[in-house]
């Protein structure tokens, strides 16, 4: 066993080859990988990243753990309540990986976003702001930057949205496209989230797997969204594998409308056919609608 004052990155690591080659890992060492949303998915992904042996980050979160977060956050404890997350979470992955090279940053991460994507060339998208998202994809267009995220589903999923690919707001047609940022609206912003939800009930079998009065409340603003341990870690850990794979330089299958894994039936989902879906968005609309007028 190796003592802690006798790390060293060869060792934590040596056990990584064959997943990857030693090329490989020295790529992982010297990645610089930027994770907005230090919380659910983006905590998950940054413990993993960090145990591969990537050996740079940037992150960002302005909240503090909160019992609410003990659910699926895997930095949150009871000594952490009411602590900065970006704070505990450089503590946490230094205590995992002491050669870290890493940059915090808070509220302002926004103002500083060209900066950030002139050192990071990957970038990972926990956060749960739609308006921050759709800026953080313009800029990552602007400096050609691979963005890796995941939908709002019950189940675990991820997509991988590259330089030459369509922005999500203009994929799934969010009412904000060739708007300024500062003329963002609340409503606007929630078109845009029902579209984004719209899509996930779609193309993946979400739908089944909750329950209709609970949806109909989500929907209707009565209850924050549900997350699950098993569904938010299986996800950050989906994106720490695009994320090897982007730092590595594999080519990859995922695609910028990505895909769902259905653990209980042991299945991945794919985007359905346009004339399938088609069909199938007519019920959604009138399954969302009616879900949420009973919440009402």
């Keep these: 066993m190796t003592a802690t004052g006798s790390f060293t990155y060869a060792e934590m690591t040596r056990r990584n080859i064959g997943f990857v080659s030693e090329v ?39 909240d503090t753990f909160e019992v609410s977060n003990l659910n699926r956050q895997v930095f949150a404890s009871i000594p952490d309540l009411g602590q900065s997350k970006v704070e505990v979470t450089a503590r946490r992955l230094r205590e995992i990986h002491p050669d870290l090279v890493l940059t915090l940053h808070g509220r302002d991460w926004l103002t500083s976003i060209d900066d950030i994507l002139t050192r990071c060339r990957v970038v990972v998208n926990g956060m749960d702001d739609l308006g921050a998202g759709i800026q953080l994809y313009r800029a990552a267009r602007a400096h050609g930057t691979t963005v890796i995220d995941a939908y709002p589903s019950t189940l675990p999923s991820v997509f991988v949205v590259r330089p030459g690919d369509p922005r999500p707001e203009e994929r799934l047609g969010f009412p904000t496209c060739g708007v300024p940022p500062e003329r963002f609206t609340p409503e606007m912003l929630e078109a845009c989230r029902r579209l984004e939800l719209e899509w996930v009930l779609v193309h993946s079998s979400t739908a089944e797997t909750i329950d209709t009065t609970i949806a109909g409340e989500i929907l209707s603003g009565k209850r924050p969204r549900i997350s699950f341990a098993p569904m938010v870690i ?42 399938v879906a088609a069909l199938r968005r007519a019920f959604v609309r009138r399954w969302m609608q009616e879900a949420a007028n009973a919440a009402r």
């Design 24 to 62: 490989e890992q020295g790529r992982l060492r010297a990645g610089r990988v930027f994770v907005c949303g230090a919380g659910g998915m983006g905590g998950a992904c940054l413990q993993t990243l960090a145990r591969a042996g990537v050996g740079a980050f940037e992150f960002a979160d302005f």
């Design 234 to 275: 299986t996800t950050g850990n989906l994106m720490a594998y695009e994320v090897v794979g982007a730092l590595c330089g594999r080519p990859g299958r995922t695609d910028c409308r990505g895909w769902f894994l259905d653990p209980a039936r042991g299945r991945i989902e794919r985007p359905r056919a346009a004339p």
